[in-house]
Structures are given as C-alpha cells and as structure tokens.
C-alpha cells in the first residue's frame, strides 16, 4: 500500500501562483508514472497533467503552457506549479501514483484550490 499526502492548496486570486506537492510513502523503485488530476463540483475528476518516471509529461489542453509537473524520485514527491490560475481551475486537486509493476494507481486525499475572480 501506497500513502499519498498532499499539501500547498489554498485560496488565490485570479492570476496568482500556488505549488502542490505530493509526498509517496513507499520507496521510489516500484513508483512508475506520477500525475495530478482535478475534480470540480459536480464534474468527474479530470486528468491534470502526468510525468513518468523518465520524465516525459502530459498536459490537459486548458493548463498547457500555465502549469508544470515535475517530481523528484529521491524524494519520492510529485509537484504542480500552476501559475495565471483561473476560476475555472477551482477543484479538489488529486495526486495519483501509479506501481510501476503492477499498474495499480493510488490516490491522495485531495486538496482544495480555489481561484476567486
């Protein structure tokens, strides 16, 4: 089992810069593909951006250019940087790692951004 803590959501105006970090309790060797999806009221949770283990990424078309995945394997942590944010970009923002040998995903608890116009 994999434990999945989150943390840097917060409250931002419109334009402002939040960082999310995502800390897996479970060593690096069998982490694969890392990602961030989001899930606004009454939406279903959306894929935010991913990055495998060699660091190849993948964005949603609406935050390409505004935000940046990146993650650091010795530390076990997956980071969002998300600048311009928009109140569109208000959700629960959910990490998700995946066992890099069985394809089994693990999910954080979320954390709240919320972007006021």
């Known amino acids: 089992q994999v434990q999945l803590v989150e943390s840097g959501g917060g409250l931002v105006q419109t334009g402002g810069s939040l960082r999310l970090s995502c800390v897996a309790s479970r060593s690096s060797f069998s982490i694969g593909q890392m990602g961030w999806y989001r899930q606004a009221p009454g939406k279903q949770r959306d894929l935010v951006a991913t990055?495998?283990?060699?660091?190849?990424?993948n964005y949603a078309d609406s935050v390409e250019g505004r935000f940046t995945i990146s993650r650091d394997n010795n530390k076990q942590t997956v980071y969002l940087q998300m600048n311009s944010l928009k109140p569109e970009d208000t959700a629960v923002y959910y990490c998700n790692v995946r066992n890099y040998f069985t394809n089994g995903d693990y999910w954080g608890q979320g954390t709240q951004v919320t972007v006021s116009s």
């Open positions: 990055i495998t283990r060699g660091g190849i990424t």
